[in-house]
């Protein structure tokens, strides 16, 4: 489903990712683990379009996407859930929720969107009782709900996250990773960065691990779990 | 009755003229973060444009209207041609940027309409009503009924609307933003349109009673800077608070203590939030980019 060639990104003149490769099958639940500053949250900015890659090149089903600006890189159906949440916090839930649906109602209306709102207070139940409450006043581990949901609005094909565990209490990233699981079954195809490997390795199937720019190791979730350098480097074991 | 209902009356006309400035400010204060020092100049345009349409003998209704279209495209062009050139223009960029379009927008009227003084017609006359010991222009009654119009457009375009609440959805998470799709360079655009139409219209709308010339700007300018801090700079409620507020305070200055005192009101009350409330009388504690 997506194939990373050659990826080179970066800011201004720090070159951060050199010559990335790696590639998701459809339906895969995939983890990219990785320390601060190994370019995790690059590649996934690079690969919703908020960063303009210095080379390489990204293909989603076929179709090179490395170029196209965020919002058409979102209509082709890859939707990115950015690190620290990010929602907007004078607005309500049910506004970020149709924000997350923007381009499917602006400038035309389109009737799914409907269907997509219920699915999506279907998973989340909690943002059902908060809809009508600004978005900064949730809980963190509500605000990350309200950001997977926002990302869920736009229908994705592919859906990213950029270090959903960040600031939760381990009950909370516990309930993140369960919901996640849940939409990989049925169907939805998803790429995690994470620090917290133990998180992302116990649900995700596959794993890329990233340095200094760089995949060294990939494989499935339980051959890196079992692997002693992952052990020892990530897990902390 | 003395004559405070009458100051206060005059207050409230100049106030809601102050508070359609103020929205201006705040519109764009709200998208780019930034002061944009143009907001006179483009209420000077807008009473310019229109005493210029209407003396070309277009009707009342057309030459206002035109005024706004012609503020509004220069207001596009402005962050089309000028801003849109610059990567990622932070805030003091912005404002500077804007200084410079300033000093551009009013040496071309003057160009363009002249230096003289230009008046329009009160838009239903100007034979004062009397009412009950008040006298009032026509003229303060269209006034305040049009800031009412636009002030509550604006609330619903902003509450209701996607456009609206997508502005919002930028203002507060750029990025985040972007994410859903919403291009931040479209809300911008937007937010220039919004603010130089407001402008344009308070220009028309004041320019029967107070006359208008291209140096007339910066001190309209000013006073809605001073109207925006005071009610806290990008509220909406809060336009409207700190220019009937102002509007209110600069009249009974002018009437109860001397007519010379009626621009230094307008400092004072500056320099005064900023001392004891830089954040506004709506302000949230912190200028914060919400």
Known sequence: MLEVRSLRAGYGRAQVLHDLHFSIAAGEFCALIGANGAGKSTTLKGLAGLLRPIGGTVQFDGEPIERLPAARILRAGLALVPEGRRVFGPLSVRDNLQMGAFTRLFPRKDPGTARQFEFVLETFPRLRERLDQPAGTLSGGEQQMLAIARALMSSP?????????????????????????????????????????????AFADHGHVLEAGRIVQSGTARSLRDDPKVREAYLGI | MGQLPNLLLAGLSTGSVYALVALGFNVIFKSTGAINFAQGEWVMMGGMVAAAGHAAQWPLGLAVLLAVVTVMVTGILSERV?????????????????????????????????????????????????????????????????????????????ERSILGRAMRAVAAQPEAAALCGIDPRMAMALAFALAAATGALAGAIITPLTLTSFDYGTVLGFKGFSAAMLGGMGSLPGALVGGILLGSLESLAGGLISSHFKDAVAFLALLLTLFLRPAGVLGKGEVERV
Do not use: Y
């Open chain 2, 82 to 158: 000028i801003l849109r050139q610059l990567a990622r223009p932070g805030p003091l960029v912005v404002t500077l940027v804007m200084i410079a379009i300033a000093i551009c927008t009013k040496s071309l009227v003057m160009l363009v309409l002249g230096k003289n003084p230009a008046s329009l017609p009160g838009f239903s006359g100007s034979t004062p009503i009397d009412w009950g010991g008040l006298r009032i222009h026509p003229q303060t009654l269209w006034i305040i009924g049009i800031t009412c119009l636009v002030m509550v457009g604006a609330h619903a375009f902003f």
């Open chain 1, 157 to 201: 094909r592919l859906l990213m996250l950029d270090e959903p565990s960040m600031g939760l209490a381990p009950l909370v990233v516990q309930q993140v990773f369960e919901v996640l699981a849940n939409l990989a079954r049925n169907g939805l195809t998803l790429l995690v960065s994470e620090q917290n490997a133990t998180a992302a390795l």
